[in-house]
């Protein structure tokens, strides 16, 4: 059972450059969401969704698109990357749309923005 | 909204003793759920325990248990028996109302010693 795979795992991208981080999950989960982790600062929730087709913006939205077609996948894109964006990135899904249950994490995507 | 806060940034333990990792929240809900999340040096996160606040009981995970209290929103995490795997950053986190964000606090970072 993969679980919730996030791709890739490591990724290193010059200011203005774009890329998808990729996430799928094959429990069936409704949410699924994208969260960062910076030193002192824990994980923030950057974009979540709830279904197919159903997403919306959590704390720190400006800069990521993303969208949600099928129950499985849900990639996160950086149209134009900052060093701001330099970041752990995690994928994270769960049976529960209430988010009452528990979060299944990815292993994690480390990005750096030079 | 809602906040968690985790005051220790860091804390350390010899193998065998007991620790306790300290949780505030704030938040207007009445029903909510709260959970700790461990992160180890390979960066996966962990559901380590779990716990509804309608429910008076404190949750129990083996050597893991919570000190829940409501009223001064406060929710500790208790590890007894410590040991060398133990040694991760820990996460608070809070979910809430018809809310789907699960808030985490910033981690505390734990070392067990042998």
């Known amino acids: 059972n993969a679980g919730v795979t996030q791709t890739p795992k490591f990724q290193v991208l010059k200011t203005g450059q774009s890329m998808t981080l990729q996430c799928a999950q094959d429990?069936?989960?409704?949410?699924m969401s994208w969260y960062r982790q910076d030193p002192g600062m824990g994980l923030r929730l950057i974009h979540y969704?709830?279904?197919?087709?159903?997403?919306d913006q959590g704390e720190v939205p400006n800069g990521y698109n993303v969208s949600r077609s099928t129950t499985e996948d849900f990639p996160l894109r950086l149209l134009s990357a900052a060093p701001s964006q330099t970041s752990v990135y995690f994928c994270?899904?769960?049976?529960?749309?209430?988010?009452?249950?528990?979060?299944?994490f990815g292993e994690g995507s480390r990005l750096t923005v030079l | 909204a809602q906040t968690v806060t985790q005051s220790q940034p860091e804390m350390s333990v010899q193998e065998a003793e007991t620790v306790t990792l300290s949780c505030t929240y704030d938040?207007?809900?009445?029903?909510?759920?709260l959970f700790w999340y461990k992160q180890p040096p390979s960066r996966q996160m962990i559901l380590v325990i779990r716990?509804?606040?309608?429910?008076?009981q404190n949750a129990t995970e083996n050597r893991f248990s919570v000190n829940f209290q409501k009223a001064a929103k406060s929710f500790s995490l208790k590890i007894s028996d410590s040991q060398l795997g133990d040694t991760a950053m820990y996460f608070c986190?809070?979910?809430?109302?018809?809310?789907?964000?699960?808030?985490f606090g910033k981690g505390t970072l734990l070392t067990v010693n042998p």
């Open positions: 994270a899904s769960s049976l529960s749309i209430t988010n009452t249950g528990e979060l299944f």
């Open positions: 429990m069936n989960h409704e949410y």
């Open positions: 969704s709830v279904g197919a087709g159903i997403t």
């Open positions: 938040t207007s809900e009445s029903n909510y759920y």
């Open positions: 716990q509804e606040a309608y429910k008076q």
């Open positions: 986190a809070y979910s809430g109302g018809s809310n789907y964000k699960l808030t």
